[in-house]
């Protein structure tokens, strides 16, 4: 028997899947009798699917295209060769619009807003202001900024040029960087002096000077005063000088496949990979994930928290495809109070809230309750991912921020740019689970022996192309890099590297990286359940498990644990977690050490480095097993390297 469902879709939901659906019977004679019949359409007849989007959106292109997909292979899918078309045109289209373009806010900035006509006017001049420096179709841009205005009009500039964007935040060092920005060899650099985090302003004015010198490639350098309005470096032009420029917005199209922007992976395991996406692939993915899978109309305000280094970025920012209105926030979502976000989100009318999974569980944690304190009238969707929430997650956002909200956990990655699994706007909402996989997405678990699976854990495979994934990695000429990430487990299939369930009604539970997967005498064991008991412990605020395998056969399973500011790890907080997850789990769950420990490693978007740390723990030196542009707190990663070399530590 299927458990109750948390939410159940009214009429009012999935607007746009119903025109969609409407659309399709009245040009295509095609009909459909639900999300599920519509989905199983959409992952076998991929032309007709994927060639019904490009008209139903009406996608505008300078060039047709001479079919949908040339070749149905995974990898080197070709798709709407001929066709050329621009992102930057389509973000820009609903420029007459009487709404506002952008919303911002900071924590030292009140709410404003940019309008259309500004933001269109800003693009033309920056994108000007590019060519007249000297950038061409293809050329690189590297943006050191913070989720400001300022980074989307730089963006869509140089999405209007063709030249090729790629930006991470601005807490990244000098070596962090110039680690993602250096193979690119980009021409020109924008950076902001500084950003602010957790009411302390964080002047980065020398590391730009460090990044200008350590990317040889520049010709030109750009700042943006965000924290001082005076601010200057030596040698770099201040962004108003681009703003100066009077010129009409030109926008030049290019191929389907041209690179639109380059995006690094969070590598978990190992340095990040450079992963280039095209302009066609993204418009019409996006324009899919935020109109038929997230529900998002024009004038919908769409807030999602997360720094320019993490792909919810760029998904942020691909609201505009939708004529909606992104609302960029830089700062601490929990400063000056744990529900920050929340209030922001009723002065700004937000009607799509969304966060990593920890945001939830730490409000969860926290006994917060914003749905009594601030009005959330206008919220209809409140998304999660980088990490599974857990079914107590589910249940906090139900009770303590709206009771009739749909909850919509994704699952994906950078290197499609989009989710694999989660929203679905026609489908009810269960505790822990992600409503299905999204329309052209061909989501399948397979066993060790690669047949398909229901009901019981595999990996997560997809098994047909979508436009979105990478053109390739950058720097990776014969797709080697590329091959062996995604298709050395099973040939013609993607293996990206989850493991996940699916549930006989067509739902999905994702248990975490198979990369990062327990397995204890025998028994495969997901990180997440341990973590969702664990983190329930009165005092517990994170936590992180391996499992190492051992020289002649041995298997060690060390907990590491984040203490309330100042507890400290005794034999009776032991005791209790080992109790916890003996009652709750099993006896097998139970950990062989608990060691407490100042922080969690995580990437920039909240995902723990699981795999990182059990590599040091077998040996590896940190600088090897993630790249430096990759924990966000390179001193936490550092702390396990100094444990695991302490004297018998691994004996």
């Known amino acids: ?81 001929g066709a050329e078309l621009s992102y930057a045109a389509h973000a820009l ?94 021409k020109v650099l924008i950076a902001a002096d500084g950003y602010v985090h957790a009411g302390k302003a964080h002047d980065r004015r020398g590391v730009v000077a460090g990044l ?84 998002v109309r024009p004038g919908d305000r769409v807030l999602w928290h997360t720094t320019t280094g993490w792909m919810m970025w760029n998904r942020l920012v691909g609201a505009l495809l939708a004529g909606a209105t992104p609302v960029l926030y830089d700062g601490s979502p929990v400063h000056p109070e744990p529900d920050a976000l929340w209030r922001l989100a009723e002065e700004a009318g937000v009607t799509h809230f969304g966060a990593g999974a920890g945001f939830y569980l730490a409000g969860l944690r926290a006994g917060l309750r914003p749905g009594e304190r601030f009005g959330l009238a206008a919220l209809r969707a409140v998304g999660s991912t980088g990490s599974p929430l857990p079914p107590e997650g589910f249940r906090w956002v139900y009770e303590a921020v709206k009771a009739d909200v749909w909850l919509a956990s994704s699952s994906g990655g950078t290197e499609v740019a989009t989710a694999f699994l989660g929203a679905c706007p026609t489908l009810p909402v269960h505790a822990g689970e992600l409503q299905g996989p999204w329309l052209g997405v061909r989501a399948q678990a397979f066993d060790d022996a690669g047949h398909p699976v229901v009901g019981r854990e595999g990996e997560l495979v997809i098994t047909e192309p979508m436009p979105s994934m990478p053109l390739r990695f950058w720097n990776d000429p014969d797709g080697a890099r590329y091959r062996e990430s995604y298709f050395g487990d099973f040939p013609g299939a993607w293996r990206h590297g989850d493991r996940v369930t699916f549930t006989g009604r067509g739902s999905a539970v994702v248990h975490g990286r198979s990369d990062a997967a327990l397995n204890r005498h025998g028994v495969r064991l997901g990180t997440g359940e341990i973590y969702a008991v664990v983190e329930a412990v009165p005092g517990v605020v994170d936590s992180l498990v391996v499992g190492v395998e051992r020289p002649g056969g041995g298997y060690w399973m060390p907990l590491f644990v984040v203490l309330r500011e100042g507890m400290e790890l005794d034999d009776a907080l032991r ?52 790249g430096p542009a990759s924990p966000a707190d390179p001193d936490a990663l550092r702390w396990f390297a100094e444990w695991a070399q302490a004297p018998t530590r691994l004996a």
């Open 212 to 295: 200008r010198e350590a990317l040889p490639t520049l010709a030109h350098a750009v700042l943006v005063p965000y924290l001082d309005p005076a601010a200057h470096v030596a040698g770099i032009r201040p962004w108003v000088e681009l703003l100066e420029w009077d010129a009409p917005l030109r926008i030049d199209p290019v191929p389907f496949d041209h690179p639109l922007w380059i995006l690094h992976s969070s590598g978990t395991t190992g340095a990040p990979k450079a992963v280039v996406h095209g302009h066609g692939g993204i418009v019409l993915e996006h324009l899919k994930a935020l109109v038929l899978q997230q529900d």
């Open 575 to 626: 005791d209790r977690i080992r109790q916890r997850l003996r009652s709750a789990l099993s006896p097998r769950h139970v950990p062989d050490e608990i060691v407490q420990v100042p922080a969690v490693p995580r990437t920039p978007n909240g995902k723990k480095l699981e795999v990182p740390v059990k590599r040091i723990l077998l040996g590896a030196p940190a600088a090897e097993v993630a």
């Open 93 to 186: 289209r609903h420029a007459d619009a009487d709404r506002p373009a952008l919303l911002f806010a900071s924590e030292t900035r009140p709410l404003a807003a940019v309008g259309w006509a500004e933001l269109r006017a800003q693009v033309a001049a920056v994108a000007a202001a590019l060519r007249g420096m000297g950038v061409e179709r293809g050329d690189r841009v590297a943006a050191f900024l913070p989720n400001l205005p300022e980074a989307v009009v730089a963006f869509l500039a140089c999405a209007a040029v063709g030249a090729v964007w790629s930006s991470c935040s601005p807490d990244f060092g000098v070596e962090g960087a110039a680690a993602r920005f250096g193979p690119l060899a980009p």
């Open 1 to 81: 028997m299927a458990p109750a469902p948390l939410w159940t879709p009214s009429a009012e939901h999935g607007r746009g899947f119903a025109r969609w659906l409407e659309w399709l019977a009245r040009e295509r004679g095609l009909v459909f009798s639900g999300y599920r019949d519509a989905w199983e359409w959409s992952t076998t007849e991929l032309e007709a699917f994927w060639g019904s989007l490009w008209d139903f959106f009406g996608v505008e292109a300078a060039r047709p295209y001479e079919r949908v997909l040339a070749e149905r292979t995974m990898p080197g899918a070709r798709w709407y060769p």
